[in-house]
């Protein structure tokens, strides 16, 4: 078994040699700004004038598509992979984008130095660190109490599938160099990747982070909530924004009810359809009616919202992220 310094290693050595999602020519990734644009429907989010912070940007390929949509913000980009921020550069460079600024940075460090932020994205990065806890802990620091934060982690319960490839090619494929090893892939047929890299073309980084990535943590609720606990900081509340189950996008909903906005959300109907269960339902209180939903969904994925004291108080109370909310402790 190796070593967690060796791991650190071999994880630098992946994102240095293929940042992640690509460099190439690729399709555009739309997740962050229909997360931010989803957000929006339901609560309030300025079109200008917040200053973002995204953690993990990569080679820049999904925060080019926010900030496309947004230009009239300021974004911090930090990645930990000089290689993949020089790319992100360039990109921002051709693109004509100056309000960027891009700052390598180990996330288990102190980044008191990068200031307060008013939104903080972490998509798709806390499970693939040494520390999670540390690590989101020293990212809530920079919240303040009108911040909004987000982040996305695997899900423990929906990557069965996803995890028994991995070992079937870590068998057969063993240390073989990246080419030789996707070759594996190939011959497994194990081309059809999973809902959180679909879509962004075929490029050999989206199987090296789905299949070859040498640390991932999964999470289910209990594991979220304990790494919103340990963090503490300046969040007053948290909710599931969404998850993602066999390989679909949905928004929780505690109270069950079918969605108005373009995206499903959870509802019973998986579980059961009789009077039964729904009155029984309604009787739980937000945590019970969340892990219920947990084992009918058996999420690949969730996606959390976080608000700091006052940016909680101005949310509408009847919108469905505030009925899902969960008080968490101050400090």
Not at 161 to 174: P, T
Not at 187 to 202: E, H, T
Request: proline fraction near 5%.
């Amino acid at each position: 078994m190796a070593s967690d310094n060796q791991t650190n290693d071999q994880l630098r050595e992946l994102y240095e040699s293929h940042p992640y999602p690509g460099t190439g020519p690729m399709p555009p990734a739309r997740e962050l700004v229909n997360l931010v644009k989803l957000y929006q429907i339901e609560n309030s989010l300025p079109d200008t004038g917040l200053n973002l912070l995204d953690v993990g940007v990569g080679s820049g390929n999904r925060l080019l598509e926010l900030v496309r949509d947004f230009p009239g913000h300021t974004y911090t980009a930090i990645d930990y992979s000089e290689t993949a921020l020089d790319h992100a550069r360039e990109r921002f460079r051709e693109e004509g984008f100056d309000n960027v600024e891009f700052k390598q940075v180990d996330l288990e460090d102190d980044l008191a130095e990068l200031g307060k932020f008013d939104v903080i994205t972490c998509m798709g990065v806390l499970h693939h660190l040494r520390d999670p806890n540390v690590a989101w802990r020293n990212i809530s620091q920079l919240s303040h109490e009108n911040s909004i934060g987000f982040f996305y982690v695997y899900g423990r319960l929906g990557s069965v599938e996803r995890i028994r490839r991995k070992s079937i090619l870590e068998i057969l494929a063993k240390e073989t160099q990246d080419l030789e090893w996707f070759e594996w892939v190939r011959a497994c047929n194990f081309v059809d990747l999973a809902y959180g890299w679909r879509g962004l073309g075929d490029g050999l980084p989206l199987y090296l982070d789905a299949y070859k990535n040498p640390r991932e943590r999964l999470f289910d609720l209990s594991d979220i909530l304990a790494l919103l606990d340990y963090a503490g900081g300046g969040w007053r509340a948290a909710a599931l924004q969404g998850w993602i189950s066999e390989g679909k996008g949905w928004l929780v909903d505690i109270d069950a009810r079918q969605s108005r906005l373009p995206i499903a959300s959870t509802t019973l109907k998986p579980l059961s359809e009789d009077r039964i269960v729904s009155d029984r339902f309604v009787e739980l209180d937000i945590l019970e009616r969340l892990r219920l939903l947990e084992q009918v969904y058996q999420p690949e994925a969730y996606t959390v919202v976080l608000w700091g004291r006052e940016a909680f108080a101005q949310m509408p109370h009847d919108s469905r992220l505030a009925r899902g909310a969960i008080a968490l402790p101050s400090r």
